[in-house]
Nanobody, 127 residues
Framework: VQLQASGGGSVQPGGTLRLSCTASGFSLGDYAVAWFRRAPGKEREAVSCIDDSDGYSQYFYADSVKGRFTLSRDNAKNTAILEMRSLTPEDTAVYYC???????????????????WGQGTLVTVSS
């Protein structure tokens, strides 16, 4: 069972990046998936989450990324994709994906809800 995060890199302010979280050993489409990030000197925070376990899709977006970031699934590739647009230097962070088969009563925005974690991928936004 493994999650592989990829797609990080360096981009100028206003640019776009797509992060991918690919699962192996399980079907990611059956899991709630989240992206967290940890910026230098800051606490880890939830960026975006999706949960389909109740038969309909629930999404969470941090206020700071609403309207700019979009989380989606590509079940054929066993992947969750975070498209990040209009990036700012404040988006600079290490981004982590996480998954859990059924979050139950756990908050989608809480790291403790998730049982599988990918390695981080660094996003740097600077001019």
């Amino acid at each position: 069972v493994q999650l592989q995060a990829s797609g990080g890199g360096s981009v100028q302010p206003g640019g776009t990046l797509r992060l991918s979280c690919t699962a192996s050993g399980f079907s990611l489409g059956d899991y709630a998936v989240a992206w967290f990030r940890r910026a230098p000197g800051k606490e880890r925070e939830a960026v975006s989450c999706i949960d389909d376990s109740d038969g309909y899709s629930q999404y969470f977006y941090a206020d700071s990324v609403k309207g700019r970031f979009t989380l989606s699934r590509d079940n054929a590739k066993n992947t969750a994709i975070l498209e990040m647009r209009s990036l700012t230097p404040e988006d600079t962070a290490v981004y982590y994906c996480a998954a859990v088969p059924n979050p139950g009563d756990g908050s989608l925005a809480q790291a403790g809800t998730y049982v599988y974690w990918g390695q981080g991928t660094l996003v740097t936004v600077s001019s």
